[in-house]
Each structure stands twice: as structure tokens, then as C-alpha cells.
């Protein structure tokens, strides 16, 4: 299998990321006198930004396992199979 989890996860956080931090930036900063004027879109935003970049940038980076090596059964049984 040559897709790492890390890469679609990375994607989905990125894009829910980017999303609410340009909801953060572009709100009415009134709505958030009930958080104490905490931006709190804008804040959870750049950390799912940056939690999907980097686990993107994980699932990308790592190599894939193409080198098939016989299971331990394979060997055991050799090339006959029985």
C-alpha cells in the first residue's frame, strides 16, 4: 500500500484549518465578547493549520516499504508451499 494515513488526515486538517482562520481574520470581532475577545476561530485555526501541515508533511516524507521480504511462514515453508 503506498498511501500513508498522515497524508489525507494532513489534508482534511489543512483545509478545516485555512477555512477557519479566514473566518477568524474576516469576523465581526464583536462576536467574540462572549469569549472575553479571545478569537477563538482564528487561534484553533492556525493550530489545525499547522497540526495538518505537518502531519502532511510527515506522511510525505516517509518512504514507502517496496522491498517485499518473505513472511516468516514463506520461509519456513519454502518454495514448494507444503
Known amino acids: 500500500m503506498g498511501l500513508d494515513i498522515r ?5 482534511l486538517f489543512t483545509t478545516v484549518g485555512i477555512l477557519l482562520t479566514i473566518y477568524g481574520l474576516a469576523s465581526d470581532p464583536h462576536i467574540y ?3 472575553l475577545g479571545i478569537n477563538v476561530n482564528l487561534e484553533w485555526g492556525v493550530v489545525l ?3 495538518g501541515v505537518v502531519m502532511g508533511g510527515l506522511g510525505l516524507k516517509s518512504k514507502p ?3 517485499r521480504k518473505p513472511a516468516e511462514s514463506e520461509r519456513r515453508l519454502g518454495a514448494g508451499g507444503h
Do not use: A, K
Request: charged content about 15%.
Open 7 to 11: 497524508v489525507p488526515i494532513g489534508g
Open 33 to 35: 465578547e462572549r469569549s
Open 49 to 51: 493549520l499547522l497540526f
Open 65 to 67: 516499504n517496496t522491498s
